[in-house]
């Protein structure tokens, strides 16, 4: 905001260039949120250990109330080439998993809906390490469906913020 305002009262001929610079932020912050799911998912999978699992919430405010989101946090250790590691990450973002509790028509979300539904302490899952980097893991590296559609909408939000910067800057509109 700073930024833009300073471009506009001191710099007016080159404020076009922020929205440019918007543009450039959301394709690159949304296409490096599905890279990152899809490199994690050619990563080692291997076996690990959940040390400890605690069910927790966030209070997300909605049209009218506040509802809890549901997310596990998980810690768990695992072997690799001789060493033990242990890690807490479950997933890149937890709005990947997190549930309100609820499907879609209001009914309860039955406990097998979850994704983290069979891990419990001291049982074993599966686990994604990176082989690059062995303490770099994470117990699920898909991106479901209404975690890829945001990172979609931002490189589309981008990918029309550039189109708006092109009108500007190309037809004399600044």
Request: hydrophobic share 40%; with cysteine.
């Amino acid at each position: 905001m700073f930024v833009t305002g300073a471009f506009i009262i001191f710099a007016p001929e080159h404020a076009h260039y922020v929205v440019l610079l918007i543009s450039l932020f959301l394709i690159v912050s949304g296409y490096n949120g599905l890279l990152r799911y899809k490199k994690a998912t050619k990563w080692l999978k291997d076996t690990a250990i959940v040390d400890s699992i605690t069910e927790t919430y966030d209070l997300i405010q909605g049209r009218y109330s506040r509802t809890p989101f549901y997310y596990p946090e998980v810690e768990y250790s695992y072997l690799f080439n001789g060493t033990r590691y242990t890690n807490n990450c479950v997933t890149f973002e937890k709005q990947n998993i997190w549930t309100s509790g609820y499907n879609k028509w209001g009914d309860k979300l039955p406990e097998e809906d979850k994704v983290w539904h069979a891990w419990s302490q001291g049982n074993n899952t599966d686990v994604y390490i990176n082989p690059k980097s062995p303490q770099q893991s994470v117990l699920f590296p898909f991106i479901t469906k209404k975690r890829k559609s945001h990172h979609m909408a931002m490189i589309v939000g981008g990918i029309l913020i550039f189109i708006v910067w092109l009108l500007l800057k190309y037809h004399n509109i600044t």
